[in-house]
Structures are given as C-alpha cells and as structure tokens.
C-alpha cells in the first residue's frame, strides 16, 4: 500500500523535496511508515497516531476487547447492530455518555457519533469478508525495525507519534516503543482517549497537526539536515 502511495504521489508531480507533511492513522500508521522509510527526503512532517511499529508476536495482538469486538464485526451485516460495538470498541463510554460540546440539539456523543456512523454506512460499499481479514493480516504482520524507526526519526524534520490511554485496538505501549526508537520524534499521550482519537477530539487533533506542519517548515527554513 505505501508503495500505491508513492505510484499516486509520482503519477500527480508531488516529487519536491521536502514538499509532503504525512498523517498516518491506526493501519494508515503502518503505511505512513513504509511510506516514509522509503521517501524520506521528500516529506516535512510525519505524524503517527494511534499506531505501532509490530515486531514481537505480542505487540501485534489486537487488545482483548477490541479481538472480541472485531470478531463479532466479521460476521455481522445489520448496520444498526454494529454501530454501538464499533462505537464502544473505538471511544471510551464516559465520552459517548456525555453531552457534545457546542451542540444546539443536547444530544450526547453517542447519539451523534451513532448517527455520523450511520450516514458514513449509507454511502460506503460495504467491506467484504475478504477484505476485512485481508486488513487484519496486514495489520498483524506489519513490522518496521528500530533500525528503520531510527532512521525515519533522524531523516524528516518533525515527527509526532500520538495515542490515547484508553485504545482498545493499538495498545498504547506501542506508541512508546516506537519513540524508545525514534529519539527525535515527540510523543503525546492524550488521557480518556481511545483509538477514534480524531473523532473524539476532532478541534484538539487538527490543532496539533498544524503545530506540527509549522514546526516541520520551520526546521526546514532553520536548514535542517538528516544526521
């Protein structure tokens, strides 16, 4: 996948150096990652969030509740069945049973996002079966080294890695394993917050990547260099 990524990036002239800020989410991480081994001098900025690196056979497990979550998910269509796992599996239920912030209507983040889902399902094609454990493979058998890591972490101006505490799907340990191997990189640990980190705290999370796009121009106009 992040070899279709660099495909597409060529095919539309995005080939400038240091020209790309990459915002890699849960199995978007992992590409963002391969991504980056391989193109490093052409990005700014790497943003990792609520992803790992792989590795050994444990980091690669998916955490209990999110393994019994997503087996329920394989088998299920009824969209109104799945919604109130899928919701439980990616934000804490203190969060969905409290009310939106600035929302006219009352409702709670529950009822939003439980509607937000919905309309996303109308207009999606449906996942086949095929797919979904294709998705999970990719994401079991996903391995970046701290070699690579290292790498990555000295060749692009500014890298975030970025987790909640409370993520059902990507332990966060996974998140300090990779900053243990990217000592350049800055790591951020939002507290009751789970996988769905964007959705959660969608003003909070766009803020922080426009610090970071700042701050990867910035060290790019102060001369940055790879070590």
């Known amino acids: 996948m992040a070899e279709d990524a660099i495909a597409l990036l060529n095919y539309v002239g995005w080939t400038e150096h240091q020209d790309l800020h990459v915002v890699g989410v849960s199995l978007g991480g992992m590409i963002a990652q391969e991504l980056a081994a391989n193109i490093p001098e052409r ?5 990792l969030a ?7 056979a444990w980091s690669n497990l998916t955490p209990w509740k999110g393994l019994v979550s997503l087996a329920r998910l394989t088998f299920m269509k ?3 069945l799945k919604i109130p796992i899928i919701l439980s599996m990616v934000f804490p239920q203190q969060w969905l049973d409290a009310k939106m912030d600035n929302d006219a209507k009352g409702r709670t983040n529950r ?4 509607q937000d889902y919905r309309r996303r399902i109308e207009i999606t094609r449906p996942q086949t079966f095929f797919g979904s454990v294709s998705q999970m493979a990719a994401a079991i058998s996903h391995y970046v080294s701290p070699e690579r890591l290292a790498f990555i972490s000295k060749s692009i101006p500014k ?3 970025i987790t909640g505490d409370e993520d059902n799907l990507v332990n966060p340990n996974n998140s300090r394993h990779m900053k243990a191997c990217m000592p350049e990189a ?5 507290e009751r917050t789970g996988h769905g980190i964007h959705g959660q705290w969608k003003d909070r999370f766009n803020a922080t990547l426009e610090h970071v796009f700042n701050e990867g121009r910035q060290r790019v106009h102060e001369g940055f260099t790879s070590n």
């Open 50 to 56: 609520v992803t790992k690196a792989g590795g050994w």
């Open 43 to 47: 990005i700014i900025s790497l943003t």
């Open 111 to 114: 009822e939003f996002q439980t």
């Open 159 to 161: 890298v975030l890695i």
């Open 78 to 80: 009824d969209p109104e």
């Open 186 to 190: 800055e790591l951020i640990e939002w």
